[in-house]
């Protein structure tokens, strides 16, 4: 009886350590030092998916035979106002492609809390009530941070280590917590911190990985960076054709210069309001193994967002020969237990 206890009981912790993942990946500190070993020698294929349909996924794949190494979702659709709970469909996708052996990353496109209108609502905001317990704001934004939460409980629950993006591309004016909105730094580096202290203090969650970013390389890269201790990786969205451009590579040196994981968070071909269906995938890759080498993921954006079909990959031209690239590493060559070899002669 007692060795069947003892059993049990490491089952038991096997399955809260995501020993169901097969790249060897339990934990955040395992995470991030396996992203340490692709830096500077690989970048991981990544897209968006929204709210979890992997049918860009799938789609991908058909094309290229290669399964992407991550993909990232969302809890709220673009244009879903605050009378509507966090979608948490994501999940079941997220908990079956960590089985598989991929990397999970979480956006946040969370309603305006003060308006209820969607995240790009900038008709109004209680900036300087969303952190004071009694105000409606800071009601409703607790009220939906535990929700969030609750998802991410679940994903701990199974196992999967989550790359957190909250407060994207917050330099803007087009979301409603952006410093070039109503915001000011000083109140916007307070409200990451808070959520960060509430995720990880107040809710328990041991299992997030934080990504911060700013915005798109036209947007100071640092703009209102929360501090070390609050930040895993740093990342910059890049729309464009042109993804070695100046101003791309001038960011990617200033993410560098602060000694984080760097990551291209969201990629789209074209610009930032309409796709480029002639791009080719491979002009990407290329980019990446010339000019910005420590970018250890990518994450592209995807053809449903507002119908700005040409952002996601399998829009794109070459996405095989561009996914077979050894510079590449894919779902199914995600390993912390062995190193990945430096690439050599790839193009």
């Known amino acids: 009886m007692g060795t069947t206890l003892k059993s049990l009981l490491l089952f038991l912790a096997c399955v809260s350590t995501g ?3 097969p790249a060897g ?20 294929s990544g897209e968006y998916v929204e709210t979890g349909d992997l049918a860009p996924i799938n789609a991908i794949h058909a094309q290229s035979g290669k399964w992407l190494g991550l993909i990232g979702g969302d809890y709220f659709h673009y244009d879903q106002t605050g009378d509507r709970d966090p979608i948490t469909t994501f999940n079941s ?62 994903l701990q629950d199974a196992g999967v280590v989550v790359i957190l993006r909250p407060f994207h591309e917050n330099a803007g004016n087009w979301f ?23 995720m990880e203090t107040t809710q328990g969650l041991h299992d997030l990985v934080w990504l911060f970013e700013s915005g798109q390389p036209d947007v100071p890269v640092l703009a209102n960076y929360p501090g070390d201790q609050f930040v895993d990786i740093v990342g910059q969205d890049v729309y464009t054709s042109h993804p070695a451009g100046a101003d791309v590579i001038a960011a990617y040196a200033k ?30 890759v290329a980019a990446f193994r010339t000019q910005m080498p420590r970018t250890v993921f ?32 894919n779902r199914d060559d995600i390993s912390f237990e062995t190193a990945p070899a430096v690439a050599s002669g790839a193009k």
Not at 270 to 284: A, I, K, M, N, T
Not at 300 to 329: E, F, K, T, Y
């Open 176 to 198: 409603w917590w952006g410093t070039g909105f109503r915001f000011s730094p000083a109140q916007f580096i307070a409200l990451w911190r808070f959520t960060h202290y509430y």
């Open 93 to 154: 996708s997220a908990i079956a492609y960590w089985n598989a052996g991929g990397l999970v990353e979480l956006n946040l496109h969370m309603p305006n809390p003060t308006t209820g209108g969607p995240v790009y609502d900038l008709s109004g905001l209680d900036a300087g009530g969303i952190l004071v317990p009694g105000t409606a704001t800071n009601t409703a934004f607790m009220a939906r941070l535990a929700k969030i939460a609750a998802g991410l409980r679940q």
């Open 19 to 21: 020993l169901s993942n």
């Open 255 to 284: 993410l560098v210069s602060t000694g984080k994981l760097v990551c291209m968070s969201e990629f789209g071909p074209g610009g930032p309001q309409l796709g480029d269906r002639s791009f080719d995938e491979g002009v990407l």
């Open 298 to 329: 990518f994450q592209q954006w995807w053809d449903g967002n507002a119908g700005r079909v040409g952002w996601g990959m399998a829009s794109a031209r070459s996405v095989a020969q561009a996914l077979r690239n050894p510079w590449i590493i």
């Open 25 to 44: 990946i339990r934990t955040p500190s395992d995470l991030i030092a396996y992203l340490r070993q692709v830096s500077g020698s690989h970048t991981i």
